[in-house]
């Protein structure tokens, strides 16, 4: 049964990993094409970015409760119940969208956290409120991006990530550099092509659920509901621990840029070199997580333990593997990746020194994205939000802060990334009982 359900995992998480390469791709886009503009711009974009993505990381948290809620309702062959969850989903995206566009067009609690160039936070300011009004698109889309993992469908996110990252490629490259409005827009045009292509990405979204394969299965776009509170409140119950372990996990290294602001934009810069690289790679360990999630969240709706607990062990079999030979392949190809990204050899000589952190947690940071996974899986979502918040606020930031600043000597930025290396150790040494905990009482129920 392992090396069916490997191989299971594998065929699932394929897909799942080009999408979100090609997601997380637009930010090195971003890198790349700001890299080129000037440090100002990619100082910005990393700040900006890092907020950015923390917002919305946060948002799609409570979305993704989509995902085990479809998962164990397909398991346990309810799929007439499965659209009025998709729906309940996209009421919920519109609510959520609010808070999160008044945030990002207002972000001065969050900018006066730390000391900055003035040129720089009005590149800030400007990057965060034109990407604002993507927010809609982003949730909308990532409901869609939750439901069509649960019932083991990814390959539409395929192609739509695909498509999104080279129309992204072209635009930033024509409004950031090129000036196709008139002058180079730098970091502003970078924002703007983020707009259009997220709006782009939910109406492909839209149009595959009203006519593909799904829709003809499901027919979501049907008998629409209005909101209603029964789901809202499983959906909520759920998602609003796993987004708030989003947001803690993603400000680990995001806020980084904002705590190191103080030390200049070359080592802000450096830094956003390194956490995209980071972010590259953890889509491997994340799309096998995905996976494992939408596989386990079958089995357990089916109340079947023995393909359960085989789903976990092959889930975190490979994500451990794969990820410690990236890591690996990474740190002895760093010199010629992190020239790809930047002509600055003092921002050069910066990253190159953080990398070999991002290689050494590989190992860890599988075992815990997996684990965390797998727990949402059981439902279980609350006490591993409370160790995420443990591992990566109280020992990533509070402790990376601490030998960044006050270790003597201070270590500086790398102080942050030997920090976050330890954070991954401890919750993975946190979330691997609790999920064994979790199958243990899985298979208590008659």
Request: glycine share 10%.
């Amino acid at each position: 049964m392992f090396r069916t359900v490997a191989r299971g995992l594998v065929a699932h998480a394929f897909p799942i990993l080009i999408a979100q390469l090609a997601s997380i791709g637009m930010m090195v886009v971003d890198t790349a094409v700001l890299g080129h503009v000037s440090s100002l711009d990619l100082a910005a974009v990393a700040i900006g970015g890092g907020i950015h993505i923390s917002v919305v990381f946060a948002l799609v948290g409570v979305l993704q409760a989509v995902a085990p809620v479809v998962a164990h309702l397909h398991g346990a062959r309810r799929d007439d119940e499965v659209a009025n969850v998709l729906q309940q989903g996209f009421w919920l995206a519109i609510l959520l969208a609010v808070p999160g566009i008044v945030f990002l067009t207002h972000p001065g609690p969050v900018l006066g956290l730390s000391s900055m160039d003035v040129a720089v936070e009005a590149k800030v300011r400007v990057y965060l409120g034109t990407l604002a009004w993507s927010l809609p698109a982003s949730l909308f889309y990532r409901t869609f991006y939750a439901f069509c993992n649960a019932l083991g469908k990814p390959r539409a996110l395929m192609g739509i990530g695909l498509s999104s990252l080279a129309v992204h490629a072209v635009l930033a490259w024509g409004l950031a550099l090129q000036g196709w409005l008139g002058e180079p827009l730098g970091v502003a045009g970078c924002a703007l092509s983020n707009v259009l292509v997220a709006w782009l990405a939910c109406a492909s979204g839209a149009l595959y659920l009203a006519k593909g394969p799904l829709g003809a299965r499901y027919r979501p776009f049907a008998n629409w509901s209005p909101p209603r509170w029964q789901t809202w409140r499983e959906l909520l119950r759920l998602g609003v621990p796993m987004g708030l372990s989003n947001l803690v996990e993603i400000t680990s290294f995001t806020l980084i840029s904002l705590f190191v602001a103080s030390l200049g934009a070359t080592v802000v810069a450096g830094h956003r070199i390194v956490a995209n690289l980071s972010a590259l790679i953890y889509m491997l360990p994340l799309s096998l997580a995905i996976a494992t999630m939408a596989a386990l969240g079958q089995a357990v709706g089916a109340r079947d333990a023995a393909r359960a607990a085989v789903t976990v062990k092959a889930g975190l079999l490979l994500a451990a593997g794969a990820s410690s030979l990236v890591g690996l392949m990474l740190w002895l190809a760093a010199g010629p990746i992190v020239a790809a990204y930047t002509n600055d050899t003092s921002v050069r000589e910066v990253a190159i020194g953080l990398v070999g952190f991002v290689a050494l947690y590989q190992f860890f940071d599988a075992l815990q994205t997996v684990a965390g996974h797998c727990l949402r899986a059981y439902r279980v979502t609350f006490v591993p939000m409370l160790v995420q918040t443990f591992c990566f606020w109280g020992v990533g930031l509070l402790g990376g802060a601490w030998l960044c600043y006050r270790w003597s000597p201070a270590m500086g930025v790398a102080g942050f990334w030997l920090a976050s290396v330890i954070s991954l150790v401890f919750a993975a040494a946190l979330l691997l009982p609790l999920l064994h905990k979790a199958m243990q009482g899985t298979k208590a129920v008659p």
